[in-house]
């Protein structure tokens, strides 16, 4: 009996040494796209015996995401393959040597077929680091109930916005989002394109004291001034901005494509009566995959990141979260327009996006803005002197990074 | 077989403890703040030359932050070292259901910083907070409680008070029941009223914990960093933003290590100074009292 028990136990010992262990991919990302994924991920780890992946639920909010990824990378052995990104941190990581280029495990032609928009920021220094999982960009949110059409400028916007308020139709004309943290910085760009500036000029020069950015701070100032924003909105984020909307308090919003979704859902008081156009330049803001330095297994994590940000896995979250597609065959495909009806906006919007600058200095470059426009929004500073203190304080900041003053 | 080299032994797990938690971090800080390690350096320490320190001195942003920690703590710790004392003197008190009332007045002191941060981000939200539905059901105005720089600090040492009051009454609640009770009843024959007793008696037996509840706090109170970066991430236009903000801004954000350890020792000092200057006041106060 005891005998026949140790047989037993040999036998199934040389049975698991005989055959090969799977290679586990370790993927670390904010909950929300580990959730969504989840059931994609289960079924590729029941069709594949070589590699498994295994993903680790990262915290919600994108900074904190960034301080967990970075306390592990400075502690050396990081535990991930792979890191799923916001766009603004590929400069960052590059510099830091925390990546592995992807060129020689994908191929030159790894975007080939995505839309130009989603290709935007995925390369930096003659390589490329990180490939979209998704699309994102600030869209404009208005009420098919209080007008027939969008505007088409942003003096349009403001002149509706606050014609709709002084009469009454709403308490507030256009919510947006003004607290000092990055959707701030997103805010800014968007209107500094429409006016013609640019946050950084060729050369990595910082251009925010030029005629077109003081103009945009001083529009953003405006509407507060005007009361059509409300003075509020120095501590709103996406969030409240939403709350706001979806309360039908407001004519305007500028927000995320994710918004769509929640403001049809019971409990908003707009659910079919919203309208979505793009923003002119809506602020790129996708999440991607990159490798991570030091992975044992680059070739199979490499696999797992071109079947993560494959069409398939694009098309199901798509359909199923209403994730904005990175492949143009995704974007103009008309079964998924059908179950996606935002789809021919993201589209036309993904052609024209406005990316923050790329460098590993933009942190730096993004707080010493908020500070110039939070005081601005909060009633002590003037445009003029905001944009030239923000102009200082970046160029300080460029010229200690070693780039042109 | 007691040798001079017996208490030493006896000190050395203490010690060691002590040097490998304090001493060594403290020195590999001020090793980081004299180098140059950034993003810009690929992350390796290049020394120098104490360029840190000097953009320290002229960093308009680090004094200003500075100036912002030591209101918010002086401010903060004022107020929590009064309500707590009161607090605690009602709590010394027999009172029915004493022991729930104080579980009760502990509650804020065990929610995680966090939690609670989030919990008054929410009441103080203009306009659809409790508070502002209160001020508005009252015929006012909703105020800006966390968009107006001038006084949005003021609400971050609300929050920190509600919290940690608790915990500086608890504290005092020990040190009133380590005071004999004849004492008092002795003073009560002599005929001396409560504010006297308060005065000559209470007060001085209860020293030693009123100066360590403040010494505490005011070591908390200066290193404030979750409560700040939840409630109002440090905005509005930088108005509440601490020291221990800016060197975590600089480390995890920007990837300056260097710069950031600077700021981190440049708090490190601020500190030290501020509880030397504690401790003095403390020995003129019993001083004088002797």
């Known amino acids: 009996m005891v005998l026949a028990a140790a047989l037993a136990l040999l036998l199934w010992a040389a049975v698991g040494l005989a055959r090969p262990r799977p290679v586990e991919v370790s993927v670390l990302m904010p909950a929300p796209f580990a959730d969504a994924t989840a059931p994609l991920v289960a079924a590729f780890n029941r069709t594949h015996r070589d590699v498994q992946i295994a993903v680790t639920r990262g915290p919600l909010d994108t900074e904190a995401l960034s301080d967990l990824a970075i306390s592990s990378l400075l502690l050396g052995d990081t535990p991930y393959d792979l890191l799923l990104m916001d766009v603004t941190w590929t400069p960052k990581y590059a510099a830091a040597g925390w990546l592995e280029p992807l060129e020689p495990l994908l191929g030159d032609d790894a975007m080939e077929g995505m839309a130009v928009g989603a290709q935007l920021g995925n390369a930096f220094g003659g390589h490329l680091w990180r490939l979209p999982l998704l699309a994102d960009m600030g869209l404009l949110y208005w009420r098919t109930d209080l007008m027939d059409a969008p505007p088409r400028s942003l003096q349009e916007l403001a002149a509706t916005a606050a014609d709709l308020k002084a009469r009454g139709e709403v308490s507030w004309g256009y919510v947006w989002q003004g607290r000092q943290y990055e959707g701030l910085s997103c805010v800014f760009l968007e209107v500094l394109r429409a006016f013609g500036g640019e946050w950084l000029q060729a050369g990595d020069r910082a251009a925010l004291d030029s005629p077109a950015a003081i103009a945009a701070a001083r529009w953003l100032g405006d509407l507060v001034r005007q009361g059509i924003t409300p003075a509020a909105v120095a501590n709103v984020s996406e969030s409240e901005s939403l709350q706001i909307f979806a309360a039908g308090e407001a004519a305007f919003m500028r927000n995320w494509p994710y918004a769509w979704r929640e403001l049809q859902k019971p409990g908003s008081l707009v659910a079919g009566k919203v309208g979505v156009s793009s923003l002119g330049e809506g602020t790129q803001g996708s999440w991607g995959f990159s490798l991570l330095r030091g992975s044992p297994h680059p070739a199979e994590a490499a696999a797992v990141m071109q079947w993560f940000t494959g069409e398939a896995v694009g098309r199901e979250l798509a359909e199923r979260y209403g994730y904005t597609p990175v492949w143009n065959s995704l974007l103009q495909d008309a079964q998924l327009e059908a179950r996606l009806p935002l789809l021919p906006v993201l589209r036309q919007a993904l052609e024209h996006t406005a990316l923050r600058p790329l460098t590993p200095v933009y942190a730096q470059l993004s707080d010493t803005l908020q500070r110039q426009l939070s005081a601005l929004l909060t009633g002590g500073e003037d445009a003029t002197e905001a944009m030239a203190q923000a102009q200082r304080q970046s160029s300080l900041i460029l010229r200690s990074a070693g780039e042109a003053p | ?290």
């Not at chain 2, 010394?92 to 981000?121: K, S």
């Not at chain 2, 919290?163 to 004492?183: D, S």
């Not at chain 2, 509440?240 to 801004?249: D, H, Q």
């Not at chain 2, 990837?255 to 030397?276: E, I, K, R």
């Open chain 2, 1 to 290: 077989m007691t040798t001079a080299l017996q208490p030493l032994l006896l000190l050395l797990p203490a010690l060691l403890l002590v040097a490998g938690v304090f001493l060594w971090p403290l020195l590999r800080y001020g090793w980081l703040s004299l180098q140059a390690s950034s993003v810009l350096t690929g992350l390796v320490p290049v020394p120098n030359g104490g360029a840190n320190w000097q953009r320290l001195l002229a960093d308009g942003r680090f004094w200003q932050d500075a100036a912002q920690t030591l209101r918010f703590a002086g401010v903060s710790l004022a107020l929590e070292l009064l309500l707590g004392l009161a607090l605690a003197l009602l709590l010394h008190r027999p009172l029915p259901r004493r022991g729930l009332l104080r579980a009760a007045v502990l509650l804020p002191w065990a929610l995680p910083t966090t939690v609670m941060a989030l919990g008054w981000r929410w009441i103080l939200n203009d306009p659809h907070g409790p508070l502002n539905r209160l001020i508005q059901g009252l015929g006012g105005n909703a105020y800006g409680f966390l968009s107006t720089p001038a006084t949005t600090w003021l609400f971050t040492v609300l929050a920190d008070v509600w919290k940690t009051t608790p915990f500086v009454a608890l504290l005092l609640l020990a040190g009133l029941q380590a005071i004999p009770a004849e004492l008092e009843e002795a003073l009560v024959l002599e005929g001396a009223g409560p504010l006297q007793r308060l005065w000559r008696l209470t007060l001085p037996l209860l020293a030693p914990y009123l100066l360590l509840a403040a010494l505490f706090r005011l070591a908390q109170a200066l290193g404030v960093f979750d409560l700040i970066q939840v409630l109002t991430g440090g905005g509005p236009a930088s108005s509440t933003e601490s020291l221990g903000l800016y060197a975590y801004l600089n480390g995890m954000r920007f990837l300056d290590f260097g710069y950031s350890a600077t700021v981190m020792l440049g708090m490190f000092v601020l500190v030290l100074l501020l509880t030397a200057a504690v401790l003095l006041l403390q020995h003129g106060w019993q001083g004088r009292r002797r």
